[in-house]
Nanobody, 126 residues
Framework: QVQLVESGGGLVQAGDSLRLSCVAS????????MGWFRQAPGKEREFVAA????????VYTNPVKGRFTISRDNNINTVYLQMNSLKPEDTAVYYC???????????????????WGQGTQVTVSS
């Protein structure tokens, strides 16, 4: 089992930056694929970013390419989402997720992630 707790969300202005954190417990996530998803009001949950493992390859949804970066700190079993040049359309609840698959592939599909955090709200004002 993996427990995930996100933090770092908040209310910011367009153009600002935020760094979301996702602390994992119960299992080392070094070799687990990790992902970030988001859900805006009235919309379905959508993929944002993922990596295959610590230091592995990454993938991003087109709207965030060049602005968001997924990274990890193995020492504290944490994955981050650095968000720069935020836009009002980035407003959503952001979720961290983990796949139960050591050395597995990174996925953009939410149904391939077994573990989820509770989410953290990001609101970007114009």
């Amino acid at each position: 089992q993996v427990q995930l707790v996100e933090s770092g969300g908040g209310l910011v202005q367009a153009g600002d930056s935020l760094r979301l954190s996702c602390v994992a417990s119960g299992r080392t996530i070094t070799n687990l694929p990790m992902g970030w998803f988001r859900q805006a009001p009235g919309k379905e949950r959508e993929f944002v970013a993922a990596d295959s493992r610590s230091g592995g390859s990454t993938v991003y949804t087109n709207p965030v390419k060049g602005r968001f970066t997924i990274s990890r700190d193995n020492n504290i079993n944490t994955v981050y989402l650095q968000m720069n040049s935020l836009k009002p359309e980035d407003t959503a609840v952001y979720y961290c997720a983990a796949r139960n698959s050591e050395y597995g592939y990174k996925s953009t599909r939410s149904d391939e992630y077994e573990y989820w955090g509770q989410g953290t709200q990001v609101t970007v004002s114009s």
